[in-house]
């Protein structure tokens, strides 16, 4: 039999005599066909995304509608029984399964991933038994479920109903999509944890692979099956969602509406107008809220009871600040605590890890090699790389740009010997060299700016002026002066006064253009500019481009804002983005899912140090009283923040021997944080001062630099997705040029006839030659197009368009004046728009656009050249004296080259 004929004649008939079904009728018990659990790896060939073929599983076996639990690898019968058994092991690593099975119908080879070996089995395991192993081994049996729900038998009818584990998800009719594979992992194994008694759990998954709809699943699953009721059953359970901002609150908000049925709705959103209310079930806020004082001075979570929440999730929990989040989550310590990041562990994330993950086993963190140590990894990671090979997440190509600034330094009196206007402020402190680092930071250059943005409209221009973007800015004015400048590019040709806007708060209309950014189906605005507020949680499908005009060190934010265009949109069509990068923020690509190596460890005793000091005025002396002190003792350990008395004096006791960070800010100061040694037994002193903040603290400021662009380090080959420098694509476009046009001659041959220049133009487009963008990067914006590309194929000086019109109105006099007055008119406008745009003016087209339109158009205008015939006739012989035959005869020698 072939395989087909195999499986319909022997392998489904001993999975129903097993006890598995083939029908989704119980929602229990059954197994599905072919089941497709990724979507097909997104390769960019071009600018196109194409998509490999998914990854699917002959037979996935559900002990409920919410759990799977084994994988099937069918063969033909001719085929030994375990031929199939290592596609099935990769199927169920995949999904996260603890069984997977070959067979070939006649027998059936089991590998069991607790033992780590194989049997072969006359007939399938019943679906109780597979069951009960799995309950034995993750220990997750009836003895650990019983603390809450009593007793019950594993195979009685209604256990998918009261075991979260195994109740059905969110119908797909209810919420609008069914969990994918790696989302039913990750709530698997959350829920799992919980059941057997684990406080702290963290997810890690990157941007748009769906934290918070597999938060809301996981909640569905806790809640309808009444296990968080029968923590306590005097009242019902209760989950606090806890953002960092309000409209990623907001999100969740509605993520979770359908918790909401009929009249009654469970959820309430913390903060603005509305009191906290102790009736529901499913709370929404932000830390700001809940931090709020009220009259006496204390804050929101301090005054709702410790036992009120049975679980808190925390979403994007690595960039909420470790002595926010920690508070409130030491105030509701006897709850489950859920951490929630996008991003792998880092240096600069190192607390959300130590603490979430301290319940988790320790791993290798290579395990090749056994010197490399171990680690205590999250319950699920899920990362770009998987997301885009999945098909779930859009793959992205780069484009990376520098400034002639960017690329070698400013110095100030380079700028002064330029003629450009230095402005210092008093309280400046002067560098010797200011880098991308500094820029808009510490040295404003408007004159860089404006060059990045005209370099920016240009290639939008190129890939789609309509395409929705963010441009990530140093801070709020440089947000401004982007979308200001971009405005003025795009307003008048699309005629939206908010084309491109600044989103730089949460309130007001900045609210209501992220929403319409967010939305498919709105045109406008089409650009937002950012600092800090869009780069994390910002659910922005139809994002095409990710535009950093802002230095980034940290891998971590990084992270954070190229996911703002890793999600797919249907509604657009859109498989894949494109990050333009003017600051080298790239060099941060790694592959964030390799464990990066062993926490540091937690300090150990004595505890007898002590650290003192006084907080001071910097430029006054003065003692600041009431500033906030906090000691950082260890990877997650704290004390304080503490305040200052009135003699700007604080303590802190029972510190370890080493060093510490101590961090000290007050308001109307600048924070300072600082390195101290402690000693065992001894007392530390380390006075603090701290600067005060300037409003409108000054940057130095220079204006009338000549900025251009250096160089554009990458360009991509559409037809093979190779990557080339600047010098290798100039190479690449010359040998492409002269295949096509072996000789100067040759090459205004081709420019002079219309359809032949199109057919030409767009060989050379299908080889990723665009002429516009050679102009850009060339910096010869206004040169003609023909002597740019005799430029890069044979070294022909270039000329601009100016130059060729004016050469035409002195030279070919004879040629304007033998023509009547109407049509001279006709001759010398023709020429206006080649000056302005290019010879692809002077075609009958344009005669359809203003003053022509206005003349009568074509119709009109080909009377005053005697008909059609003279009209074509003097269009054809301006293009040729635009270009005259003379330039070509001095011809240059034949090249060959290889074909491109």
């Known amino acids: 039999m072939n395989e087909a004929d195999t499986r319909a004649r022997k392998i489904e008939p001993k999975l129903k005599a097993s006890g598995w079904t083939g029908g989704l009728v119980t929602r229990e018990f059954y197994y599905q066909r072919d089941h497709e659990y990724t979507k097909g790896q997104l390769t960019l060939v071009g600018n196109e995304a194409r998509r490999g073929k998914p990854r699917k599983v002959d037979y996935l076996l559900r002990y409920s509608d919410g759990f799977a639990i084994a994988a099937i690898e069918a063969k033909p019968d001719e085929d030994p029984a375990d031929a199939g058994l290592e596609q099935a092991k990769a199927y169920a690593r995949d999904l996260g399964l603890a069984?997977?099975?070959?067979?070939?119908?006649?027998?059936?080879?089991?590998?069991?991933?607790?033992?780590?070996?194989?049997?072969?089995?006359?007939?399938?395991?019943?679906?109780?038994?597979?069951?009960?192993?799995?309950?034995?081994?993750?220990?997750?049996?009836?003895?650990?479920?019983?603390?809450?729900?009593?007793?019950?038998?594993?195979?009685?009818?209604?256990?998918?109903?009261?075991?979260?584990?195994?109740?059905?998800?969110?119908?797909?009719?209810?919420?609008?999509?069914?969990?994918?594979?790696?989302?039913?992992?990750?709530?698997?194994?959350?829920?799992?944890?919980?059941?057997?008694?684990?406080?702290?759990?963290?997810?890690?998954?990157?941007?748009?692979?769906?934290?918070?709809?597999?938060?809301?699943?996981?909640?569905?699953?806790?809640?309808?099956?009444?296990?968080?009721?029968?923590?306590?059953?005097?009242?019902?359970?209760?989950?606090?969602?806890?953002?960092?901002?309000?409209?990623?609150?907001?999100?969740?908000?509605?993520?979770?509406?359908?918790?909401?049925?009929?009249?009654?709705?469970?959820?309430?959103?913390?903060?603005?107008?509305?009191?906290?209310?102790?009736?529901?079930?499913?709370?929404?806020?932000?830390?700001?809220?809940?931090?709020?004082?009220?009259?006496?001075?204390?804050?929101?979570?301090?005054?709702?009871?410790?036992?009120?929440?049975?679980?808190?999730?925390?979403?994007?929990?690595?960039?909420?600040?470790?002595?926010?989040?920690?508070?409130?989550?030491?105030?509701f310590q006897g709850a489950m605590h859920l951490g929630m990041t996008a991003t792998p562990k880092r240096e600069d994330n190192i607390d959300t890890y130590v603490y979430f993950c301290a319940e988790e086993p320790e791993v290798a963190v290579d395990p090749s090699d056994p010197s490399a140590g171990t680690y205590h990894a999250p319950a699920f990671e899920y990362s770009l790389g998987q997301g885009i090979e999945d098909g779930f997440l859009a793959t992205y190509k780069v484009h990376r740009v520098r400034t002639t600034v960017d690329a070698s330094g400013?110095?100030?009196?380079?700028?002064?010997?330029?003629?450009?206007?230095?402005?210092?402020?008093?309280?400046?402190?002067?560098?010797?060299?200011?880098?991308?680092?500094?820029?808009?930071?510490?040295?404003?250059?408007?004159?860089?700016?404006?060059?990045?943005?005209?370099?920016?409209?240009?290639?939008?221009?190129?890939?789609?002026?309509?395409?929705?973007?963010?441009?990530?800015?140093?801070?709020?004015?440089?947000?401004?002066?982007?979308?200001?400048?971009l405005q003025d590019e795009f307003g008048p040709v699309t005629g939206f006064d908010n084309y491109a806007v600044p989103i730089i708060s949460e309130e007001g209309e900045a609210r209501t253009w992220l929403e319409s950014l967010a939305d498919s189906d709105k045109q406008a605005p089409v650009v937002a500019t950012t600092a800090e507020l869009l780069t994390t949680g910002v659910d922005v499908p139809p994002c095409r481009n990710i535009v950093f005009m802002k230095t980034v060190s940290s891998p971590v934010l990084f992270k954070q804002i190229i996911g703002r265009g890793t999600r797919l949109d249907d509604a657009t069509g859109k498989l894949w983005f494109r990050i333009i990068d003017f600051t080298g923020a790239t060099r941060l690509f790694d592959e964030w899912d390799r464990p990066p190596g062993p926490a540091p460890e937690a300090p150990e005793g004595p505890f007898t140090a002590s650290l003192e000091g006084v907080v001071f005025d910097e430029n006054t002396t003065a003692p600041i009283r009431g500033a906030s002190v906090s000691v950082r003792t260890g990877p997650n350990t704290q004390q304080g923040p503490i305040r200052t008395d009135a003699l700007g004096r604080y303590c802190f006791g029972n510190l370890p021997q080493g060093k510490l960070s101590l961090s000290a800010g007050a308001t109307g100061y600048v924070q300072r944080q600082k390195t101290v040694e402690t000693v065992v037994d001894k007392t530390t002193r380390e006075d603090i001062s701290l600067k005060p903040t300037r409003k409108g603290r000054g940057k130095i400021r220079v204006e009338g630099l000549t900025v251009e662009i250096a160089d554009e380090a990458i360009f991509t080959i559409e037809q093979t997705g190779q990557r080339l420098t600047l010098d290798e694509y100039r190479d690449h476009t010359r040998r492409c040029i002269i295949r096509a046009a072996p000789s100067k001659r040759t090459l205004r041959e081709i420019w002079v006839d219309p359809e032949r220049r199109q057919a030409f133009l767009s060989d050379l487009q299908s080889a990723s030659i665009h002429p516009e963008v050679l102009a850009d990067v060339l910096n010869q914006s206004d040169a003609d197009q023909f002597d740019l590309?005799?430029?890069?194929?044979?070294?022909?000086?270039?000329?601009?368009?100016?130059?060729?019109?004016?050469?035409?109105?002195?030279?070919?006099?004879?040629?304007?004046?033998?023509?009547?007055?109407?049509?001279?008119?006709?001759?010398?406008?023709?020429?206006?728009?080649?000056?302005?745009?290019?010879?692809?003016?002077v075609e009958p087209g344009v005669f359809e656009v203003s003053p022509f339109r206005e003349w009568g158009g074509a119709y009109t205008i080909k009377d005053w050249f005697g008909g059609v015939p003279g009209l074509r006739a003097s269009l054809q012989e301006l293009r040729e004296r635009i270009y005259p035959e003379s330039e070509v005869n001095d011809v240059n020698p034949e090249y060959t080259a290889d074909p491109c």
């Not at 601009?800 to 109105?809: E, N, S, W």
């Open 99 to 331: 069984f997977a099975y070959s067979t070939n119908g006649d027998a059936v080879v089991e590998y069991d991933f607790f033992t780590k070996s194989s049997r072969t089995l006359d007939l399938f395991p019943p679906p109780a038994e597979l069951w009960a192993r799995w309950k034995r081994n993750i220990a997750v049996g009836p003895d650990r479920v019983a603390e809450a729900s009593g007793a019950y038998d594993a195979g009685i009818s209604d256990d998918r109903q009261t075991n979260p584990l195994l109740h059905s998800y969110c119908a797909e009719s209810v919420c609008g999509s069914r969990p994918y594979y790696f989302q039913e992992v990750a709530v698997r194994r959350v829920i799992q944890r919980f059941l057997r008694g684990q406080r702290r759990v963290l997810l890690a998954m990157a941007t748009g692979s769906g934290k918070t709809f597999v938060a809301f699943q996981m909640v569905w699953k806790l809640i309808k099956s009444g296990w968080l009721k029968r923590l306590h059953p005097e009242r019902p359970g209760r989950v606090l969602f806890l953002a960092d901002r309000v409209f990623l609150r907001d999100q969740a908000y509605n993520t979770f509406s359908p918790l909401a049925g009929g009249a009654s709705d469970p959820r309430h959103a913390i903060g603005g107008k509305d009191p906290f209310t102790l009736n529901r079930d499913v709370y929404f806020g932000i830390y700001q809220a809940l931090w709020a004082p009220d009259e006496n001075g204390r804050r929101l979570f301090e005054r709702i009871p410790r036992n009120f929440f049975d679980l808190v999730i925390i979403d994007e929990c690595h960039r909420s600040g470790f002595g926010t989040w920690r508070e409130i989550l030491d105030h």
């Open 410 to 485: 400013l110095r100030l009196e380079d700028a002064l010997e330029q003629g450009a206007e230095v402005f210092i402020p008093e309280e400046a402190v002067v560098r010797d060299v200011y880098t991308t680092p500094q820029f808009e930071r510490e040295i404003t250059l408007p004159d860089r700016t404006r060059r990045m943005v005209e370099h920016l409209a240009a290639l939008l221009r190129r890939y789609g002026h309509m395409d929705k973007t963010m441009v990530f800015c140093v801070d709020m004015d440089h947000a401004r002066l982007v979308a200001r400048l």
């Open 789 to 841: 590309l005799c430029h890069v194929a044979f070294g022909s000086p270039v000329r601009t368009r100016d130059d060729r019109a004016a050469a035409l109105r002195n030279r070919d006099q004879r040629f304007i004046n033998r023509h009547a007055e109407q049509a001279r008119k006709v001759i010398l406008e023709l020429l206006e728009k080649y000056r302005a745009a290019g010879i692809g003016q």
